[in-house]
């Protein structure tokens, strides 16, 4: 028999409204999704459209603690709650959680992101990823990867998210291959090759020059070395490489250097085949991590 | 008295089509410039579109030898003229053009353009600016940047350019302030702020991390330090900042270094700003060295 459902975690972002309903201990008893993000959502819409999109789960099971976090709690998001500063870890996350009830008298608990004072030449920030590491746990002193549009490399010390830094590979990725002159030269629709990935991030372990190593993308069009198929993954590996690259520079990992890979944004392969060319180990997160952390704050928070 | 005119230097290009008259010694007697760049002319278009843009002066002058230069000798111009290679002066380039007779009988001499062959992971190339380096003069042994969406940076040897690198840096900015998440939080239309730009300049010279660094324009923005108004020139000092830095780490200059400015892509103030930065001392070429460095080359052509 099913354990009973104790809350709901709610990822809720951008572009798409993530909701899941867990038992005590995290599990995951059921999963929606709406497209309600919240770029298409006005001032005075979240509530309803929160109402809406869990109106399933509140009419069969009556009002549950539901916490949300992702930019839902940013400036253009419902309720902007104020960054908590590293070093972090569930107890100051918790303390700096927002609360509201909605209208069946669920406790609605926004959960904060996190801020590294230390990071130069401003403080850095995340919303969302930080609820993934403490998913993954914060027992053991490790460095965490978490690839996306804007990647964070996070250092867990002495139980606490103690520093992070971002780095905007996906988005330099996509502006190339949508926007520049590598679109252009480029198949269309794109294609993967695994190859030229590999190979774009053997040349980018090699170069400190990533304005000039995006060049290449053109330069090796002209000399017939590089295949209009190639180009997406070629580049793909430049950037991504050129991350790991400026990761190491900025002392992440050295030699025989460990890190774990949580989030699930369709990249963790790429990234276990980048660490692998710069001999970094890896080990990889669980699927449930974000549900495990929310809900891990969200208990420190009602407690 | 004007001097008879006694040639036609044609830089055309992607978008414009720009026409000098001149002197036995490059002197400047008259100039036209018309809009159509190679991107909106057809296979058989070009001859076409060039005798109507010269009609006025093969009209009064009768036949003229014309060099043409740019996209317009590239694989989507008029006739594709391979690479010359590294080391190059006239002579090499005046071997390695191509010549066609105009419907009037005046001579047509496409320049080629220049690679790089010992630059990886594939030689480097262009197709235009070799020209303003020769017309800047390579008596002297030094570097030369020539500005731009795809900057280059090279060294003129024993009267040859030796060696060039490119750096997409105009091209990067490009992206970001018009397709990025910078473009969001920047002011439209953007505005320029002396200050921000030098900022970012000093904020590129101190960072190796050039992914994570661009992140800094939101982490400005959301730290209430960097306003939407500044957002735009802070960006243009980190790209131009690090390609300083980059060509510093590989070596185009280092303590005590010259170079010299040549091109007036309307960025030359910027990079003798970042120059300073960098205590990198600058020189600036003068604005007639395409037209002077085509003639070099178009004489060694026809002699």
Redesign the interface.
């Known amino acids: 028999m099913a354990s009973p459902a104790t809350s709901i975690i709610v990822d809720w972002g951008t572009t798409s409204l993530r909701a899941t309903l867990v038992g005590e201990s995290g599990e995951e008893l059921d999963y929606l999704e709406t497209t309600d993000g919240i770029s298409s959502l006005g001032k005075d819409q979240h509530e309803p459209a929160l109402m809406t999109a869990l109106a399933p789960w509140f009419s069969s099971l009556g009002a549950l603690p539901v916490a949300a976090l992702g930019m839902i709690t940013s400036?253009n998001g419902w309720v902007e709650v104020p960054y908590v500063q590293c070093p972090a870890g569930p107890a100051e996350l918790a303390a700096g959680t927002v609360r509201r009830s909605l209208p069946n008298g669920s406790e609605l608990v926004f959960l904060p992101g996190l801020q590294d004072p230390l990071?130069?030449?401003?403080?850095?920030?995340m919303r969302g990823e930080e609820t993934q590491v403490i998913g993954h746990g914060l027992d053991k002193d490790i460095t965490i990867i978490i690839p996306g549009t804007?990647s964070k490399w996070a250092r867990v010390k002495a139980g606490k998210i103690d520093c992070f830094?971002?780095?905007?590979?996906g988005?330099?990725f996509n502006?190339?291959i949508?926007?520049?002159?590598i679109a252009r030269g480029s198949t269309q629709p794109a294609v993967d090759d695994a190859d030229a990935y590999l190979w774009g991030l053997h040349?980018a372990k090699?170069?400190?020059?990533?304005?000039?190593l995006?060049?290449?993308a053109?330069?090796?069009t002209?000399?017939g070395?590089?295949s209009a198929d190639q180009l997406r993954s070629f580049v793909r590996g430049l950037?991504i490489g050129?991350?790991f690259r400026?990761?190491r520079?900025?002392n992440w990992f050295g030699e025989n250097g460990q890190a774990t890979i949580v989030g699930n944004d369709g990249l963790n392969d790429l990234y276990v085949q980048a660490a692998e060319i710069f001999a970094l180990k890896i080990s990889l997160g669980a699927d449930d991590d974000l549900t495990k952390g929310a809900l891990t704050v969200l208990h420190q928070a009602l407690s």
Chains 1, 2 share one sequence.
């Open positions: 400036r990071r130069r030449p401003f403080p850095d920030v804007h830094q971002t780095f905007v590979t988005e330099i502006l190339l949508n926007h520049s002159f040349e090699q170069s400190t020059a990533m304005s000039s995006l060049f290449s053109r330069t090796g002209l000399a070395k590089l950037v050129q991350e400026q990761a520079d900025a």
